[in-house]
């Protein structure tokens, strides 16, 4: 088993940033990959960005070139900047690892002026 504990959610303007970090604890040897997931009100969840344990970066085309997700140890985060308020959701951490997806509880960020 794999814990994620997320934290840095919160409310803030348009054009504004917000750090998002998830921690893992458990069985994290062999993971195979870090990420975020989003899911807005009425929509389906989709990757926001994943980090692999080779290193390979991907990113959902609305975000590209305002977010950036990185790893130190046990930790991956997500900065997020020029925030706009379709970026309002529910972020949630994943990890990958063999055939198991592991999901952390999310946490709310919000866009609005």
């Known amino acids: 088993q794999v814990q994620l504990v997320e934290s840095g959610g919160g409310s803030v303007q348009p054009g504004g940033s917000l750090r998002l970090s998830c921690t893992a604890s458990?069985?994290?040897?062999?993971?195979?990959?870090r990420g975020w997931y989003r899911q807005a009100p009425g929509k389906q969840r989709e990757l926001v960005a994943s980090?692999?344990?080779?290193?390979d970066l991907q990113y959902a085309d609305s975000v590209k070139g305002r977010f950036t997700i990185s790893r130190f140890a046990n930790s991956v985060y997500l900065q997020m900047d020029r925030l706009t308020p379709e970026d309002t959701a529910v972020y949630y951490c994943?990890?990958?690892?063999?055939?198991?997806?592991?999901w952390g509880k999310g946490t709310l960020v919000t866009i609005s002026s």
């Open positions: 980090l692999s344990s080779a290193g």
């Open positions: 458990g069985n994290i040897f062999g993971i195979d990959s």
């Open positions: 994943h990890v990958l690892r063999g055939v198991m997806n592991y």
